[in-house]
């Protein structure tokens, strides 16, 4: 009994400094997964830890970082983003959706929090010379870039786990990039659709009134080419990019895991742009790795004395009907999501949802499984869109501005965020019961 309760008490009180952020993340991470190993009793060795480690989704990360430090220097973002300025000529929701495109789309394909960093600064440039208030821009970044990454396997770290984490019963296999695509793409282009007209009818008509003629003729003026600082390397980073993509695809068939195909991809765009390896090193979120070790660690701990099967045995009890426990799953993982953020969130259910796919499967209900997995997935993306703590993109928007002249608070981002995500999760309930159960 000891050490269930000792390990349980001790994600309790690391978790709490997580959210309350009283200590920075990776530091409560790491000392919460070193307390596991020190603390007499629990006879969790230095071995188990390791293995507790998923290095695929670590590996998988550090190459995409890798590549995205890379493709970042030639202006590419900035160039989407000024092109579909000058080409609005004042229509700005023209101008306002096609910012909202540009972010969810990249977002698919490169992290949120990079492309939210790349393109929030062309955001207050545009709004300056339209003469708009940047905060409708600013939340639509935010619910752009959270709504593109649920796409793909690549798109938001909630993903990247499940990916690298998911086992289907019956020797079915994990998930893999196009799995993703393919389930999770057709409900994120819903959601996206329905977010620009939630964001179009919710909108004052003032911010959506046209600018002065004068304001939209200089707007058209703006020569979106001179953002693109190399060429060469643009070309090297979009080819070797394309590749990784196509391994991504195919790496079942090639019997390769994702972040094999992420790290080679890596090496391949290092040697062919010749960028200093230290320089692109120095761009990665060393941090959010650190903080992953330690998550994997004090997870794998629960799971080992018992924490997670006695909680799967809990839900069990309460029902054993799919749909049910589905829908629960979805819509509890978005509400954990919103207020304690995705990433911890997805780290903790992983091990539970697998308990109960595996024993639904043991009891006949093998088919179910996939369901479990994208409700999981689709939970955590909408839910982090709830609030400015749920995910590293909110909290990355937010931090900008509030280096600017209109700093994005916490209530006046969930006016629109709790209901948008309220909408999804119930486009995501309609979507997962018919295509799954």
């Keep these: 009994m000891y050490p269930v309760l000792a390990v349980a008490v001790l994600f309790v009180v690391t978790y709490y400094f997580i959210v309350t952020e009283k200590l920075h993340r990776t530091t409560i991470a790491l000392a919460g997964a070193l307390a596991v190993l020190l603390l007499p009793g629990l006879s969790v060795s230095q071995e188990e830890a390791v293995e507790f480690i998923d290095w695929n989704t670590l590996g998988l990360l550090v190459g995409m970082m890798v590549m995205v430090a890379i493709l970042k220097?030639?202006?590419?973002?900035?160039?989407?983003?000024?092109?579909?300025?000058?080409?609005?000529?004042?229509?700005?929701?023209f101008i306002f959706a096609g910012f909202g495109i540009?972010?969810?789309?990249?977002?698919?394909?490169?992290?949120?929090?990079?492309?939210?960093?790349?393109?929030?600064?062309?955001?207050?440039?545009?709004?300056?010379?339209?003469?708009?208030?940047?905060?409708?821009?600013?939340?639509?970044?935010?619910?752009?870039?959270?709504?593109g990454g649920m796409a793909t396997l690549i798109g938001d770290p909630p993903n990247i786990l499940v990916g690298s984490r998911a086992v289907l019963p019956a020797g079915g296999g994990g998930?893999?990039?196009?799995?993703?695509?393919?389930?999770?793409?057709?409900?994120?282009?819903?959601?996206?659709?329905?977010?620009?007209?939630?964001?179009?009818?919710?909108?004052?008509?003032?911010?959506?009134?046209?600018?002065?003629?004068?304001?939209?003729?200089?707007?058209?003026?703006?020569?979106a080419s001179e953002a693109i600082r190399d060429r060469g390397l643009l070309k090297?980073?979009?080819?070797?990019?394309?590749?990784?993509?196509?391994?991504?695809?195919?790496?079942?068939?090639?019997?390769?895991?994702?972040?094999?195909?992420?790290?080679?991809?890596?090496?391949?765009?290092?040697?062919?742009?010749?960028?200093?390896?230290?320089?692109?090193?120095?761009?990665?979120?060393?941090?959010?790795?650190?903080f992953f070790i330690g998550?994997?660690?004090?997870?794998?701990?629960?799971?080992?004395?018992?924490?997670?099967?006695?909680?799967?045995?809990?839900?069990?009890?309460?029902?054993?009907?799919?749909?049910?426990?589905?829908?629960?799953?979805?819509?509890?993982?978005?509400?954990?999501?919103?207020?304690?953020?995705?990433?911890?969130?997805?780290t903790v259910l992983i091990p539970l949802v697998q308990i109960l796919v595996n024993r639904l499967a043991a009891e006949g209900a093998v088919d179910v499984a996939p369901?479990?997995?994208?409700?999981?997935?689709?939970?955590?993306?909408l839910g982090g869109n709830?609030?400015?703590?749920?995910?590293?993109?909110?909290?990355?928007v937010a931090g900008m501005s509030a280096k600017e002249r209109e700093p994005l608070s916490?209530?006046?981002?969930?006016?629109?965020?709790?209901?948008l995500t309220a909408i999804c999760l119930g486009l995501a309930t309609v979507y997962i019961l018919l295509r799954y159960l």
């Design 175 to 223: 998930l893999s990039f196009l799995d993703f695509i393919v389930n999770l793409g057709p409900l994120a282009v819903v959601c996206l659709g329905a977010r620009l007209l939630y964001l179009r009818l919710s909108g004052s008509r003032e911010f959506f009134t046209p600018p002065s003629a004068e304001k939209a003729k200089t707007l058209a003026s703006m020569r």
């Design 102 to 147: 540009i972010t969810a789309v990249s977002s698919a394909f490169i992290d949120n929090v990079t492309t939210v960093l790349m393109i929030v600064p062309v955001v207050y440039l545009v709004s300056d010379l339209l003469g708009k208030s940047s905060l409708p821009f600013l939340v639509m970044e935010i619910v752009m870039a959270n709504v």
């Design 386 to 396: 709830a609030t400015l703590v749920g995910a590293a993109a909110n909290m990355t």
């Design 236 to 290: 090297r980073s979009l080819f070797t990019m394309g590749l990784v993509l196509v391994g991504f695809m195919f790496h079942h068939e090639l019997g390769l895991e994702p972040a094999t195909v992420a790290l080679a991809g890596a090496a391949l765009l290092l040697v062919i742009t010749r960028v200093e390896p230290e320089k692109a090193l120095l761009e990665v979120e060393w941090g959010i790795l650190f």
């Design 410 to 419: 916490f209530a006046h981002y969930a006016r629109t965020g709790v209901p």
């Design 295 to 346: 998550l994997f660690v004090l997870v794998g701990a629960l799971e080992k004395v018992g924490v997670v099967g006695f909680l799967a045995d809990g839900l069990l009890s309460v029902s054993r009907n799919p749909a049910f426990l589905v829908v629960l799953l979805l819509w509890g993982t978005a509400i954990a999501a919103a207020f304690l953020s995705a990433v911890p969130t997805v």
């Design 73 to 93: 220097r030639t202006g590419i973002f900035r160039y989407l983003a000024l092109r579909v300025a000058g080409v609005g000529r004042g229509r700005i929701f």
């Design 371 to 381: 369901a479990f997995w994208w409700a999981l997935a689709a939970g955590a993306c």
